[in-house]
């Protein structure tokens, strides 16, 4: 290795530690996330999206929160979130 290059090794292997050890903790909090979503009321609705697995219904869950009234049905949501279906006219 040059010497010129060997501070540029050095960033890369600080960043990529950095990097596994947040990919870690994002692990740990979905893990704690689709543990703890069935417990809320509100989770069925998110289950109920079309093509919605455990892991988007719990971030939707996470994302919106306890502020249900925001959206009158799941289509809003869809609609807001960006994965709706096409409305065809």
Known sequence: MRASSAPHALLVQALVSQLRVTLQAIE??????????????R??????????????????LVAF???RDRYASAAEIQRYAGYCTRHRT
Do not use: I, K, M, V
């Open 65 to 67: 929160g306890e502020q």
């Open 28 to 41: 740990t909090f979905e893990q704690l996330h689709r543990a703890a979503c069935p417990e809320s009321s």
């Open 43 to 60: 989770f069925p609705l998110f289950q109920d999206l079309p093509g919605a697995g455990p892991r988007l219904a719990s971030r939707a």
